[in-house]
């Protein structure tokens, strides 16, 4: 079975500060897409960032951005100048054929006044 | 805004009852999907639709069946439930077929079923 394996089961930060949180993931694919959702306590799944694999560029969105190693088949996520908001479980995700998502087991950030 | 709407966040059943989960979307997306959610495991796809009437067995089927008569509406049936249903699960909807678009898939906010 192809997968995603998230490492970190929890991980800590304190506002202001960096946190990388690690992704690997396995595919026959050459073509597809990976994602980072968040979901808040409030348990609404939001999307935080998206990379094509075809595109080299790392993916940013604001203070939230990726390191993809295509060969590696790694894509990693870095929260830069963490806040208390950034608190929740984050998904790493695999697209597949018909919009299909394989999803990892999840790491919870807890931030830190 | 893309709204998915799952018809109950909180449902308590006994066992062996027959359960329905409702998702609607209101963007018009081809494609639905219905997800699991356990601790340590992530999100499992249970069954997908691409297309009214049209279903596919995701990863865990077993013990769970779907129905899309209309395109915005996709249920989850639980036939006769067993205590590890008992589970978080997340209905999600993306536009186009099977290549093309983002990627990006749209969630309700879930409904958190147990199975006493």
């Known amino acids: 079975a192809q997968t995603v394996t998230q490492s970190q089961p929890e991980m800590s930060v304190q506002e202001a500060e960096t946190v990388t949180l690690s992704c690997t993931y396995d595919?026959?694919?050459?073509?597809?897409?990976l994602f980072w959702y968040k979901q808040p306590p409030s348990r609404q799944m939001i999307l935080v960032i998206r990379q094509e694999a075809y595109k080299q560029q790392n993916a940013t969105e604001n203070r939230f951005s990726v390191n993809f190693q295509k060969a590696a088949k790694s894509f990693s996520l870095k929260i830069s100048d963490s806040q208390l908001g950034d608190a929740a479980m984050y998904f790493c995700a695999r697209g597949g054929s018909w919009g299909k998502l394989q999803f990892g087991a999840g790491t919870q950030v807890v931030v830190t006044p | 805004d893309v709204k998915v709407t799952q018809s109950s966040r909180y449902l308590v059943k006994r066992t062996g009852e027959k359960v329905f989960l409702e998702c609607v979307q209101d963007m018009d997306h081809e494609n639905m999907f219905w997800y699991r959610q356990d601790p340590g495991l992530g999100l499992r796809l249970i069954y997908f639709s691409y297309d009214v009437k049209m279903k596919e067995k995701g990863d865990i089927p077993e013990g769970y069946s779907v129905s899309r008569e209309k395109k915005e509406r996709f249920s989850l049936i639980l036939e006769s439930a067993s205590t590890n249903q008992t589970s978080m699960y997340l209905c999600?909807?993306?536009?186009?077929?099977?290549?093309?678009?983002?990627?990006?898939?749209?969630f309700g906010e879930g409904s958190r079923l147990t199975v006493l």
């Open positions: 999600a909807s993306r536009p186009h077929g099977r290549v093309g678009g983002t990627g990006e898939l749209f």
């Open positions: 595919t026959s694919e050459s073509d597809y897409y």
